[in-house]
């Protein structure tokens, strides 16, 4: 059996959003690999040394640590795990989440050398982040996309006699909340009609500044909260477009898990996702920032329904390559 310790943010417990270490954790384990994870500690300080206890403490039975590493504070998390792994000589498997890393790569080119050079493997979850990272000179990569278990989601035809709009993400200023705001005060403005459902927990306050800026606006939102992967899979079928509006993005999955249920999908044309749609064949790119942009396309949806469910569709095919039945083995190649 092979021993992995998962290195990530698991706060899920604590109002946040699972991210992967629950559930790509998860799926690891089902496929019978033993595994131990850290952590789950909300102080950031105690966080990064539970992480470390848990490196020293299980040195000995750990055959990879696999590093959830993004490109703001949670980079230096990684930075430290992967010195510990190498000062135990643990093989420790970086993997790229953040959207902005190739940033990152450009600002600390030292610290992240000391990261990227020195690991078993540097997995990329997109070839955009596969290609930033080999323009830089770092040739150690495998891209492994992020994965669905795509049983879980059904595909439902949508209508578009009105506009439903879904936006699921963190309240964070990186996933650029406030624009969605703007959209539909700007479908309203043009006699469009339009409903709003935003789905996902708060972070450092950023539900509450879009909760206002709605009520400053005179925009009705629909405010769930943080849901359950089932709770919001079955709440999308209330609603007929998805957009993203945000700042930068790697391969996010709740893009992914809308393309598989037909809901069709615009989305700011930044970092990965040129990558994961393509443009007015699976989805639609606009430019960031941009409520006009967000508009336009919404407008092109509801007066050509025949070539939105064509998109739909397309979509829909397109995501099949990323159910976990197939990812998995790209897994077991590095791992076993």
């Known amino acids: 059996m092979t021993n992995l310790l998962y290195i990530g943010n698991k706060l899920s417990k604590k109002g946040k959003n699972k991210t992967s270490i629950e ?9 019978g690999f033993s595994i131990k994870t850290s952590s789950s500690q909300e102080n950031k300080v105690f966080r990064i040394f539970d992480m470390m206890f848990y490196v020293i403490r299980y040195r000995k039975k750990t055959d990879f640590v696999l ?15 992967s010195q510990l792994c190498r000062f135990f000589e643990l093989k420790y498997i970086p993997i790229l989440r953040g959207g902005n890393l190739p940033e990152r790569l450009k ?3 030292k610290l992240s050398k000391l990261i990227f050079d020195n690991a078993y493997k540097n997995i990329a979850p997109s ?7 080999a323009k830089m000179g770092y040739s150690n990569l495998i891209c492994i996309p992020n994965s669905i278990e795509l049983d879980n989601y059904e595909y439902k035809k949508r209508s578009f ?9 963190s309240f964070a200023k990186i996933y650029n909340p406030l624009l969605a705001i703007k959209i539909v005060r700007q479908l309203k403005d043009a006699n469009i009609e339009a409903e709003l459902c935003m789905v996902g927990p708060d ?10 800026y709605a009520k400053a606006l005179g925009v009705d ?12 899979i079955e709440l999308s079928k209330d609603y007929n477009i998805f957009i993203n509006t945000t ?3 790697n391969m996010p999955v709740s893009v992914i898990e809308a393309m598989a249920l037909g809901l069709p999908v615009i989305s700011t044309d930044v970092g990965g996702m040129p990558f994961l749609i393509e443009k007015d064949i699976t989805g639609v790119l606009v430019e960031p920032e941009s409520a006009e942009a967000f508009v336009k396309a919404i407008k092109a949806i509801l007066d050509s329904p025949l070539e939105s469910d064509i998109m739909m569709s397309n979509a829909r095919k397109a995501v099949e390559k990323f159910d976990w039945n197939l990812i998995k083995n790209q897994w077991y190649k590095v791992l076993k």
């Not at 006699?161 to 993400?169: A, G, I, K, T």
């Open 23 to 31: 559930t790509l954790g998860s799926l690891l384990e089902i496929e």
């Open 127 to 133: 070839e955009y982040i596969k290609s930033n990272f």
């Open 203 to 212: 972070v450092e306050g950023g539900l509450q500044e879009t909760r206002a």
């Open 107 to 109: 600002r600390s080119p």
């Open 67 to 81: 590093i959830d590493t993004y490109s703001t504070i949670n980079f230096y998390y990684a930075l430290i795990i």
């Open 161 to 169: 006699e009105n506009v439903r709009l879904l936006w699921v993400r």
């Open 247 to 249: 700042h930068f993005d």
């Open 221 to 232: 939102v629909r405010f769930t909260g943080k849901l359950s992967k089932p709770e919001w």
